[in-house]
């Protein structure tokens, strides 16, 4: 069956779709590397996995299947000049590791010290489809803190949403 959906429609709806911003992360033999996404979420718990796409056209593609692990960074509302230095703002990689402080992790990547959760992650499977490359990762190591608001990406804009502040629901 042939879509009857547009590229651009399809576009124009997904930017309606709130998700959280991460930042990938990855160290190893081939390199250190580090790109902005929002397309990350959780495929089961058991064993614990999760998957992030990746233009297959980056230029970091081959570094990350090469070191065959990942962190995921799930950003605060502070980190939108960070999100945006790994969206390529900063061209030089070291320039964007600057720009925050990181935690080494035993597997060997490293994890945004004030994320409000780390994944590290080890490449179990990576399937093309269309222009991205899906990741699919065991987690082997999860690092969070209990405060901080997630940075969200809405209708092309970081945008954040305040605290709780009452009981949900009735």
Same mark, same amino acid.
């Given at each position: 069956?042939?879509?009857?959906?547009? #590229? /651009?429609?399809?576009?124009? $709806?997904?930017? %309606?779709? !709130?998700?959280? @911003?991460?930042?990938?992360?990855? =160290?190893?033999? +081939?390199?250190?590397?580090?790109?902005?996404?929002?397309?990350?979420?959780?495929?089961?718990?058991?064993?614990?996995?999760?998957?992030?796409?990746?233009?297959?056209?980056?230029? #970091? /593609?081959?570094?990350?299947? $090469?070191?065959? %692990?990942? !962190?995921?960074? @799930?950003?605060?509302?502070?980190? =939108?000049?960070? +999100?945006?230095?790994?969206?390529?703002?900063?061209?030089?990689?070291?320039?964007?590791?600057?720009?925050?402080?990181?935690?080494?992790?035993?597997?060997?990547?490293?994890?945004?010290?004030?994320?409000?959760?780390?994944?590290?992650? %080890?490449?179990?499977?990576?399937?093309?489809?269309?222009?991205?490359?899906?990741?699919?990762?065991?987690?082997?190591?999860?690092?969070?803190?209990?405060?901080?608001?997630?940075?969200?990406?809405?209708?092309?804009?970081?945008?954040?949403?305040?605290?709780?502040?009452?009981?949900?629901?009735?």
């Amino acid at each position: 069956m042939t879509p009857n959906v547009t #590229q /651009t429609e399809f576009r124009n $709806a997904m930017a %309606r779709v !709130c998700a959280p @911003v991460n930042v990938i992360t990855t =160290k190893g033999e +081939a390199g250190r590397g580090g790109f902005t996404a929002t397309a990350m979420c959780a495929v089961t718990d058991a064993p614990p996995t999760l998957l992030v796409c990746m233009n297959s056209r980056s230029a #970091q /593609t081959d570094l990350f299947i $090469a070191n065959k %692990r990942f !962190c995921v960074n @799930v950003l605060t509302q502070e980190h =939108k000049e960070l +999100a945006a230095s790994f969206a390529g703002g900063l061209s030089d990689m070291d320039a964007r590791y600057a720009a925050a402080a990181w935690v080494d992790l035993p597997s060997g990547n490293q994890a945004l010290a004030d994320a409000i959760v780390s994944f590290d992650c %080890r490449l179990a499977d990576v399937r093309m489809v269309g222009t991205h490359n899906i990741f699919i990762a065991d987690v082997v190591h999860v690092r969070s803190r209990p405060d901080g608001h997630a940075l969200l990406y809405f209708d092309r804009n970081y945008v954040h949403v305040p605290g709780q502040t009452g009981s949900f629901g009735g």
